[in-house]
């Protein structure tokens, strides 16, 4: 018998799978750094909803840790860590650093911009995987952007390693893409 875990929704971009990553499979164990930026929250919501305690992290080094723009020289945010249990989670907190933290929405895993090699890595099971479909609508000439609210999920037993590629038609101001990935991971019900 195996002992209740707790199980939280993991957002993995397709172009981090597609230049270095292994696409992720129902049953895996993976080792990931997980940060949480509450955007995320309207681009895909979830019911997830977690209170973690926080810890204050050193300063990162700007030439070796880029943010997304979230952790920006003078701005009321410090890096922290985000810890319920054995989840560790990248977080920039507010000023003053509260003692806990609401993580909503879903987490992230990267291993390219926003989560610092600082960020201790969650250990995990991969209990489910589903492809992420977004309506884009044309920006400019120069670009597409997901349109909030538009996510559509398709369960499947394992992430392909390119997501697959559709273009627009000429013309076309909206169009729809699988670009992403959501897992559920579960942590902390050994064995990994």
Same mark, same amino acid.
């Given at each position: 018998?195996?002992? *209740?875990?707790? =199980?939280?929704?993991? $957002? +993995? =971009?397709?172009?981090? #799978?597609?230049?270095?990553? #292994? @696409? @992720?499979?129902? &049953?895996?164990?993976?080792?990931?750094?997980?940060?949480?930026?509450?955007?995320?929250?309207? !681009?895909?919501?979830?019911? $997830? *909803?977690?209170?973690?305690?926080?810890?204050?992290?050193?300063?990162? %080094?700007?030439? =070796?840790?880029? *943010?997304? &723009?979230?952790?920006?020289?003078?701005?009321?945010?410090?890096? *922290? !860590?985000?810890?319920?249990? @054995?989840?560790?989670?990248?977080?920039c907190a507010p000023l003053p650093i509260p003692a806990e933290i609401r993580l909503t929405g879903v987490l992230h895993e990267d291993h390219h911009i926003d989560s610092p090699p600082e960020t201790p890595l969650t250990t995990g099971r991969i209990a489910r995987v589903r492809l992420v479909s977004w309506d884009y609508r044309q920006l400019d000439d120069r670009?597409?952007?997901?349109?909030?609210?538009?996510?559509?999920?398709?369960?499947?037993?394992?992430?392909?390693?390119?997501?697959?590629? =559709?273009?627009?038609?000429? &013309?076309?101001?909206?169009?729809?893409?699988?670009?992403? +990935?959501?897992? %559920?991971?579960? !942590?902390?019900?050994?064995?990994?």
């Amino acid at each position: 018998m195996r002992a *209740a875990g707790l =199980t939280v929704p993991v $957002f +993995v =971009t397709g172009w981090q #799978i597609e230049c270095c990553g #292994i @696409p @992720p499979a129902e &049953g895996d164990g993976v080792s990931w750094r997980l940060d949480w930026n509450p955007g995320y929250t309207t !681009i895909l919501p979830t019911d $997830f *909803a977690l209170t973690a305690r926080l810890e204050r992290m050193p300063p990162l %080094d700007p030439d =070796t840790w880029y *943010a997304d &723009g979230r952790q920006l020289p003078g701005s009321e945010s410090a890096p *922290a !860590i985000a810890r319920a249990g @054995p989840l560790s989670v990248f977080v920039c907190a507010p000023l003053p650093i509260p003692a806990e933290i609401r993580l909503t929405g879903v987490l992230h895993e990267d291993h390219h911009i926003d989560s610092p090699p600082e960020t201790p890595l969650t250990t995990g099971r991969i209990a489910r995987v589903r492809l992420v479909s977004w309506d884009y609508r044309q920006l400019d000439d120069r670009g597409w952007e997901a349109v909030d609210g538009s996510a559509q999920l398709t369960d499947v037993w394992a992430a392909p390693k390119h997501m697959p590629r =559709t273009s627009p038609r000429r &013309g076309a101001l909206r169009w729809r893409q699988i670009s992403d +990935v959501l897992v %559920d991971l579960e !942590i902390g019900a050994p064995p990994w």
